[in-house]
């Protein structure tokens, strides 16, 4: 059988397969979506999208109307194509360490179904090093698989828009690789920036870090200013007014979703110090919840009670979530 599909996505109905499955569709390639939760695949299927995105009800139609999008939960239909783009999620195990198991799992059930010269691209956040180990354990099966690590950078609800703006890093070690994983991204006509694999793994990490204690910074002030007895709005205010250098200083908030402190956790697992900065990041965001309940605590005790916490605006706490600090958001998008 000739493959006729241009490329199939392994985990193709999460956060960043689908959007990612719909955009190459979008752009004239005929895509297959391999997952294994069948409920999403039924849903999408349908229609219907199984989180909400901008644009992506509307795409979705548009793509399976146009019959080039395809869903299975079957990995029989990796063999229908050379392109495999691979967005499974990259868990922490309870010891709070990168878990490698889920992709010598999905490398060995994809392994013998590739079709030879065939192109893998990573698009997960991995560990460093993860790019090499999947292509070793590939080409122990079959000599001339191309692995080259292509990371997301999107932020859910604006990833349609911003597949087609982002500069794409092409995490490459060989130039076979590097050309065509470029061509695959230069269908979304993107700047592309060329990196080895562990550079652009690396590239991935260090950019949710550098998020993550970006609010860990704007955490630690709202409680050095609290604590101060004063108004951390109008302090903020004072400081971002009209003065680039500290635009980008983020409002407080919750650090919330799993992405990002996971990604501070793989990245302290890497170094051989463990990376204290990031770990007192982690005190500060993780710890935050905690201190606006003592503040409450404080005004009204909650003896007995159980409190739940909603993330909205409250006691000069804003809304600070993975994606973009307030300061960092067009208006139209706040
Ligand atoms: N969500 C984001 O905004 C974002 C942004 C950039 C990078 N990332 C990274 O992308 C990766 C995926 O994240 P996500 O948010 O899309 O996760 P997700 O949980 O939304 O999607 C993962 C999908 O993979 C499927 N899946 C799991 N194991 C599979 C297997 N063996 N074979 C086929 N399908 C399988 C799941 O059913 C699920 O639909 C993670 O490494 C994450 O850190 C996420």
């Given at each position: 059988?000739?493959?006729?599909?241009?490329?199939?996505?392994?985990g193709?109905?999460g956060h960043?397969?689908?959007?990612?499955a719909m955009?190459?569709a979008?752009?004239?390639c005929?895509?297959?979506?391999?997952?294994?939760?069948?409920?999403k695949?039924?849903?999408?299927?349908?229609?219907?999208?199984?989180?909400?995105?901008?644009g992506?009800?509307e795409?979705?139609?548009?793509?399976l109307a146009s019959g080039?999008?395809e869903?299975?939960?079957?990995?029989?239909i990796v063999?229908?194509?050379?392109?495999?783009?691979?967005?499974?999620?990259?868990?922490?195990?309870?010891?709070?360490?990168?878990s490698?198991?889920v992709?010598?799992?999905?490398?060995?059930?994809?392994?013998p179904?590739?079709?030879?010269?065939?192109l893998?691209?990573?698009?997960?956040?991995?560990?460093?090093g993860?790019?090499?180990?999947?292509?070793?354990?590939f080409?122990?099966r079959t000599a001339?698989?191309?692995?080259a690590?292509?990371?997301?950078?999107?932020?859910e609800?604006?990833a349609?828009?911003?597949?087609?703006?982002?500069?794409?890093?092409?995490?490459?070690?060989?130039?076979?690789?590097?050309?065509r994983?470029?061509?695959?991204f230069?269908?979304?006509?993107?700047?592309?920036?060329?990196?080895?694999?562990e550079?652009?793994?690396l590239?991935?990490l260090l950019?949710?870090?550098?998020?993550?204690?970006?609010?860990?910074?704007?955490?630690?002030?709202?409680?050095?200013?609290?604590r101060?007895?004063?108004?951390?709005?109008?302090?903020?205010?004072a400081?971002r007014?009209?003065?680039?250098?500290?635009?980008?200083?983020?409002?407080?908030?919750?650090?919330?979703?799993?992405c990002?402190?996971?990604?501070?956790m793989?990245?302290?697992?890497?170094?051989p110090d463990?990376?204290?900065?990031?770990h007192?990041?982690?005190?500060?965001?993780?710890g935050?919840?905690?201190?606006v309940?003592?503040?409450?605590?404080?005004?009204?005790?909650?003896?007995?009670?159980?409190?739940?916490?909603l993330?909205?605006?409250?006691?000069?706490?804003?809304?600070?979530?993975?994606?973009?600090p307030?300061?960092d958001?067009?208006?139209?998008?706040?």
């Open positions: 059988m000739n493959p006729d599909l241009d490329l199939v996505v392994v193709g109905c960043v397969g689908l959007p990612l955009s190459f979008d752009v004239g005929r895509v297959g979506i391999y997952d294994t939760d069948e409920d695949i039924n849903h999408v299927r349908r229609g219907q999208m199984p989180f909400r995105e901008r992506a009800d795409l979705l139609l548009k793509t080039r999008l869903l299975s939960n079957r990995a029989e063999e229908r194509t050379t392109v495999v783009v691979m967005v499974i999620g990259t868990p922490i195990d309870e010891f709070m360490n990168p490698t198991r992709f010598e799992k999905v490398v060995d059930e994809l392994g179904r590739l079709r030879p010269h065939s893998v691209v990573l698009r997960s956040t991995v560990y460093p993860t790019t090499a180990f999947v292509k070793r354990r080409q122990q001339d698989i191309e692995v690590f292509c990371p997301e950078r999107i932020a609800g604006y349609l828009e911003e597949i087609r703006t982002l500069p794409q890093i092409i995490g490459a070690d060989d130039d076979a690789a590097f050309d994983a470029s061509a695959l230069e269908k979304f006509d993107v700047e592309i920036i060329r990196t080895t694999s550079e652009a793994e590239a991935k950019t949710n870090t550098w998020r993550y204690m970006k609010f860990a910074i704007a955490n630690q002030f709202f409680q050095i200013v609290h101060a007895g004063q108004d951390h709005s109008r302090v903020l205010h400081i007014h009209n003065y680039p250098r500290a635009a980008d200083l983020p409002a407080p908030g919750f650090a919330a979703g799993p990002l402190l996971k990604d501070v793989q990245l302290a697992a890497f170094t463990h990376f204290p900065m990031g007192s990041a982690m005190l500060v965001n993780e935050l919840p905690a201190y309940i003592d503040m409450i605590d404080h005004r009204q005790s909650l003896e007995g009670r159980t409190v739940g916490i993330g909205n605006r409250a006691e000069g706490i804003g809304r600070a979530d993975r994606r973009r307030a300061q958001v067009p208006a139209d998008r706040r």
